[in-house]
């Protein structure tokens, strides 16, 4: 019954994001709080764990933790998910009192403190109609970007992300390319044909300093973009009206290598990361096909939750062949029709697993329109995506979904810079339930330990450190408890 737990620095400072240590006062008693199945829990304070093995009455679950330097994995860049069209449509919807606090309850600790927004370069699935990128210019081919336009929804886009870097500065921003220009295609569509839907060889180039292009032109309206990843989902292809390109770890290697890497650190951009693949775990070939002939401009892969199955040790097994390149999940879709701890069990396993980072699909939807669809998307899109939150356009109104409460009990007590450590106990059994968890240590001296319950029952779980402490109490079934332990 062993699988990695992760667990906390108990007693030493522990090195922020940027190199420097800082002390900080420590709490001073032990905290915990829940959100369940049924939303009866919804970051609720519950009853904090004792020190001690207590007295259980029912079933007991027992993890333990190196809270030692031996035990120290990866340092945590954050949690959150995308922010795509869809998101920015239906937060500007909103009367300002209620966006403002919607705001506030997405990126600050006043809610899920997520401090890590990807977002959508151009168009993508999740964007109302019609498609479009940066340099459409009429589908005639404009290698020296002289057609470039953020348009009115790349600016509200980058708008939307200064503003949500304002009120969190540790805000990470990851771009994510859908698809180049159509006329930089073989087939010269954006969308609607899946033959030679990928980039011609002549464009390469072009397609580089379109990258150049957005950074800057981003910047200039106060989002700072810290890594992109040059497409989304590489192997997913489609005809329709799906926004999509494909492009084998070849041409991804020799792209990145000869063209968007150079051209970064021409423009004085080489302090912009590029991350590898940006798709799932069922295909570890790719990106290490990409590293091997690109790595000296790319630092990091990203995966996303939809192989079948799936296997986050997919991303140790990497971690171990890269031991110097980051691993993040970037992506995982929630839909009333995925399980009630679908953005904790993404987010749990990959952080198992080294990865430092987790982001859920879509921020932000419209309610359900009457016909199980959401939106705005575009034609082939995903219309059964539902966001963290939801926005009522007829009430003028935002409520969360179980999705968000999941992902902030992660997100809202784990800080960026905090540290995974090593541990056992965690287990699933063949229905999918049982216990896992993960755990870090945080530059506030403080320790996070988070439970999820997949099990029926409630479970007395016990948490021994290698530091000599043990610490228990209850954790209800189908929840996801936090403990802030001092």
């Known amino acids: 019954m062993i699988l990695p737990i992760l667990a ?50 029912g079933a007991t679950w027992d993890l333990t933790i190196n809270d030692t330097p031996s035990g120290h994995k990866q340092t945590v860049n954050g949690f959150g998910g995308t922010v795509t069209d869809a998101t920015v449509t239906v937060i500007n919807s909103l009367p300002d009192d209620q966006r403002s606090k919607l705001l506030q309850e997405l990126v600050t600790s006043d809610g899920a403190n997520f401090s890590f927004l990807r977002h959508t370069i151009a168009a993508s699935d999740l964007s109302g109609p019609p498609a ?31 503003e949500l870097k304002g009120l969190n500065g540790d805000a990470y921003i990851l771009g994510s390319a859908w698809s180049a220009p159509g006329w930089m295609k073989e087939n010269r569509k954006l969308t609607g044909q899946l033959e030679g839907n990928n ?5 390469y180039e072009a397609y580089a300093q379109y990258f150049v292009e957005y950074l800057n032109a981003y910047a200039a309206h106060g989002a700072h973009v810290d890594a992109i990843t ?36 021409a423009a004085g951009l080489g302090d912009v990361r590029i991350w590898a693949y940006d798709h799932n775990t069922d295909r570890p070939d790719y990106p290490q096909t990409v590293l ?17 199955p799936l296997d986050w040790s997919v991303i140790s097994d990497f971690h171990d062949r890269f031991p110097d390149k980051a691993n993040y999940m970037t992506e995982c879709w929630t839909a009333p029709s995925t399980p009630w701890h679908q953005s904790s069990s993404n987010t749990v396993g990959p952080l198992q697993n080294w990865a430092e980072m987790s982001g859920m699909w879509t921020l932000g939807t419209w309610t359900d329109q009457g016909d199980g669809t959401f939106g705005p998307y575009v034609p082939g899109g995903c219309d059964t995506c539902r966001g963290l939150f939801v926005v009522d356009k007829d009430q003028g109104t935002y409520e969360f979904t179980v999705d ?45 330990v988070v439970a999820e319950n997949r099990l029926a029952d409630d479970v007395w779980l016990r948490v021994k450190t290698d530091s000599g402490e043990t610490w228990s109490g209850n954790v209800p079934s189908n929840t996801v408890v936090t403990w802030v332990l001092p």
């Open 199 to 203: 980039l011609d060889g002549q464009y």
């Open 292 to 308: 091997e002939g690109a790595g000296d401009y790319v630092q990091a892969t990203a995966w996303h939750c939809y192989a079948n």
């Open 132 to 162: 479009y990128t940066y340099d459409d210019n009429g589908n005639n081919a404009d290698p020296n970007m002289d057609g470039f336009a953020l348009g009115d929804r790349g600016v509200a886009m980058a708008e939307l992300l200064a």
């Open 8 to 57: 906390a620095l108990a007693t030493q400072a522990v090195a922020s994001p940027t190199g420097a240590t800082t002390l900080h006062a420590r709490q001073s008693a032990a905290k915990a709080y829940a959100s369940n199945e049924n939303l009866s829990l919804r970051l609720s304070e519950v009853d904090a764990p004792i020190q001690g093995a207590g007295n259980p009455s």
């Open 404 to 448: 968000y409460y999941m992902l902030a009990q992660y997100s809202r007590f784990i800080p960026r810079g905090a540290v995974v450590l090593d541990g056992t106990g965690s287990y699933s059994y063949d229905d999918g339930t049982g216990v896992q968890s993960v755990a870090t240590a945080n530059p506030d001296g403080t320790r996070t």
């Open 230 to 265: 040059i497409q989304n989902e590489p192997l997913n292809s489609q005809g329709g009206g799906h926004v999509t390109m494909h492009q084998g770890p070849d041409e991804a290697a020799s792209v990145t290598q000869d063209h968007v890497g150079p051209a970064l650190a």
